[in-house]
């Protein structure tokens, strides 16, 4: 019986040895695979509760990779009218501006009525100077009467142009190589000569297009009208009664001498017919009877 208990007390002690290296056994897989998961993930978490984060967002696009955006191409146009005082000052001051800002005068007209005194002037100045100009103007002006401002925006016709552009130079480009390395016949040269005429023709229209939108870009236009008041006198309450009278007698007086003058220089301007007409009475006798003779011997 003695026998019998410890042979039991053995295989008890022997049983929970397996268990405690079975046991042991298994921690290192556990282990092992939470490092697995720690390195798929990128974080440590437990097993049991595993967050489930999103991926990480693309990193962005680096600058080197990027196309360089196309600046605003923008057509800008004003009108304006204004009242000024001291208007050949102004202008002088004016064309100062334009020489300090890089600008010229494209066109300038001159008029003067008696009581009014105007200036058209065709402006041609840089776009970065548009608004400094505008600015000026306002601050000369005793009176803005009007004033229109226009903004065209040119960029998607550029870019669409540029693109273009592009296209038909890579066909130029393709014909070329096949005239230059797989046209044999001659009708096989003139048609590839052909095309390449009619592309390079609509490549320079479009360079040209492409070279007028940039110039006006950068060249803004200002059609300016100023002008001057001149104050007139009036006239007072207290001019004497025969005043009008009196002017209505200077100027028959001076409506007669014109007459006389306007007469004599007529009569002046056709003397030879005078001195003809006089020869002709002084001689008419003398003309009548060699007439008289001249038909008497015609009628014998």
Known sequence: MKHLLVSLLFLALFGCSQMDKSH???????????????????ESFDLEEAPRTPPPPPPPPSASNTMPEQPRLLLQRA???????????????????????DGYLADLTWENNGYRQNAD?????????????????????????????HTQDATE?????????????QVRDRYQDI???????????????????????????????????????AISTINLSIYETKATAAATDDTPWYA???????????????LVEGVGLFLLGIWPVLLLGAWLTWRRHKIGAWWRRKFSRANA
Do not use: C
């Open 157 to 169: 016709e550029y870019v669409d142009i540029q693109s273009r552009l592009a296209t038909k130079k």
């Open 121 to 149: 002037l065709d402006i041609r100045i840089p776009a970065r100077h548009f608004q400094t100009v505008l600015d000026t103007l306002r601050q000369m002006a005793v009176q803005i009467d009007q004033q229109r401002i």
């Open 24 to 42: 042991a056994s298994y921690t290192p897989e556990r282990s092992e695979y939470v490092a697995t998961g720690t390195l798929e993930i990128g």
């Open 79 to 101: 009108e304006m009218r204004i009242e000024v005082k001291a208007l050949n000052d102004k202008v002088r001051r004016l064309e100062s501006l334009l020489q300090f800002r």
């Open 244 to 258: 009008d009278s009196w002017r209505s007698v200077q100027d028959s007086f001076l409506f007669g001498w014109h």
């Open 179 to 217: 005239l230059r390395l797989k046209a044999k016949t001659v009708e096989e040269v003139l048609l590839a000569e052909e095309k390449i005429r009619v592309l390079q023709e609509e490549i320079e229209s479009r360079e040209g297009r492409q070279r007028y939108l940039s110039e006006r870009a």
